[in-house]
């Protein structure tokens, strides 16, 4: 059996992209950054190059060279990497596709491109197709997020006859607030494929709806307690679930107040002690006031409790 007849589920780490002083990509915090996900966070599987990982200010080299190493320092230690291969240029999103393929990864997603937007479901559907042509074997997700993208078709109907068009399809990441969409595309999915709810602060409701799992930036630092929302919900313990997600929402509320990708970031440096470095423009540096607020609340809410 390989990882790809292993449905996803859980909880999955969408990881941030290390960064040297110099802003230059730096490979050697991927190993310790997986082995804290892994022994530290209780996360067995990661999303790299996405939204966290700022992929749509890297350029091709450099994410292919991140995926490369991340699936390297990975193998025997994560069940699964998902490299996320959507890029605005078709072009570029099936050559980082068929590198993924090469590289081993366990799966690759792909998200609207949005500067040009397709503007209904069949055209994006069509563009999907066309990226999984180049890595036609490897199991393909679908990354829904239309807040961000300005791309406003519904996920299922993307989903609709998706199978046909893309074989791989092994189902999709949902960061959206459309619960509706959300609960109609679980129905609608093969068994064999996954729903994994993408925005973090609403998991607990994604649940009922069939949430296979969850993507997202705060498992980096939140896995472990989110961990434990996932048990208490699936022991049908909903007081405790409840507990949790109102505790880690408290944290979100304020980071969501201040909230810009570099905040995130820096939040992770501090609770990991990795050293992930500043985002890049033009996403700008984390105000020092506002990460010792959010580094006492976490604190506060997580490890004095
Ligand atoms: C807009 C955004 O960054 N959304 C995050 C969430 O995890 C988000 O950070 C969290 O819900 C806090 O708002 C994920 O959906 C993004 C993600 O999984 C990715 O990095 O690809």
């Known amino acids: 059996m390989t990882s790809a007849d292993i449905k996803l589920k859980r909880l999955v780490a969408a990881t941030f992209t290390p960064f040297t002083a110099e802003g230059e990509i730096n490979l050697s915090v991927i190993g ?22 700022e992929s749509m200010s890297l350029s091709v080299a450099e994410r292919k060279t991140l995926a490369e190493e991340w699936c390297q320092k990975a193998k025997g230690k994560m069940d699964q990497v998902i ?11 099936q050559e980082l596709a068929h590198h993924a393929k090469q590289i081993g990864a366990d799966g690759i997603a792909v998200i609207a491109p949005s500067f040009f937007k397709p503007t209904t479901s069949d055209a994006l559907k069509k563009f999907l197709g066309e990226v999984s042509s180049a890595a036609p074997n490897v199991p393909f997700y679908y ?14 109907d993307v989903l609709e006859g998706i199978e046909e068009l893309i074989p791989s399809f092994s189902g999709l990441k949902f960061s959206g607030s459309d619960l509706m969409d959300f609960g109609l595309c679980v129905s609608y999915i093969q068994s ?24 997202g930036s705060t498992y980096n630092y939140l896995g472990y307690h989110v961990n434990k929302l996932l048990t208490a919900f699936e022991k049908g313990d909903l007081f405790e679930a409840r507990k949790i997600q109102v505790l880690s929402n408290t944290l979100l509320l304020l980071l969501l107040l201040l909230f810009q990708t570099h ?24 105000p020092q006031d506002h990460s010792l607020r959010l580094v006492k609340k976490f604190h506060s809410l997580f490890t004095e409790s």
């Open 143 to 156: 990354y829904h997020m239309p807040a961000t993208t300005g791309v406003n078709v519904l996920a299922r």
């Open 83 to 93: 490299v996320h291969v959507g890029c605005l240029s078709l072009k570029d999103s």
């Open 32 to 53: 310790p950054y997986i082995d804290y996900l892994k022994e530290k966070q209780g996360v067995d599987s990661i999303f790299v190059n996405g939204t966290t990982g």
């Open 192 to 215: 064999h494929c996954s729903a994994l709810y993408g925005i973090d602060e609403q998991l607990l409701a994604a649940l009922p709806f069939g949430a296979h799992g969850a993507v």
């Open 263 to 286: 905040l995130n970031k820096q939040l992770m440096n501090e609770v990991s002690g990795l050293c992930l470095g500043l985002p890049r423009l033009p996403v700008m540096p984390c």
